[in-house]
């Protein structure tokens, strides 16, 4: 196994800014131990983004926020702008996950705007996708995924979207009461996405990173990473307990001896 892979977390709304910080000191030491072709991330709320990108300032792992506006700035109370989150100097901005289509109706309209944004403030995109569990019993699961993916990245170029990742979250995997997926079923759907990218982009398609997450654990981890266009993992419950995360890291390590 030659190329990067990128592990990862959001934390969505877990963390109090002091449990963030203790997790990441040890994160920060434990990415000094771990084999270069894996590429860190973590996610935290809006509250804590300055203090664990301030302490995270010198180490290898890359920070990202859970949302933001389109806009540089406006009457959008409760939002913050693509500019605020440059300032503090974040790397990547996760965009489209499900909870936000979910709870908020985020649409692949919207979502695009963000990924412009996103891009014009030099940040990495990661544009989640994903279909949901009457979707996947109505057999339309690939026409759901071809369709965010080429709204959510409408008017993106061959040159910008080499900065651009996708992850790939089928709903009803994700959360509590997820059921993980089959690696056979990830498998193919990581084929059919890698064929959408190529035909939208030609050659810069095949290298965009496509990360999968849904109910990532300890028991299935392994399976998911070996498979020939998963690039990453985007890692839930099973990442924030440090102790269960350094497992993974620690086996994922392996893959690089």
Known sequence: MSNKIWIGTNWKMTKTLKEGLA?????????????????????????????????????????????????????????????????????????????????????????NKKVHAGLSHGFTPLVCIGENLEQKNNNISKEVLAAQLKVCLKDVTKEEVTKVMVAYEPVWAIGENGIPADATYVAEAHAFLRQQLVELYGETGAKIPLLFGGSVNLENFMEYIKIEDVNGLFIGRAAWNMDSFKQILHRLDDLFA
């Open 23 to 111: 997790y990441t000191e040890e994160l920060n030491e434990l990415s000094k131990k771990v084999s270069s072709n894996i590429e860190l991330f973590i996610i935290p709320s809006h509250t804590a983004l300055i203090p664990i990108h301030e302490l995270t300032s010198k180490s290898r792992i890359h920070i990202g926020a859970q949302n933001m506006h389109w806009e540089e700035e406006g009457a959008y109370t409760g939002e913050v702008s693509p500019r605020m989150l440059e300032e503090i100097g974040i790397d990547m901005i996760e965009l489209g996950h499900s909870e936000r289509r979910q709870y908020y109706n985020e649409n692949d309209r919207e979502i």
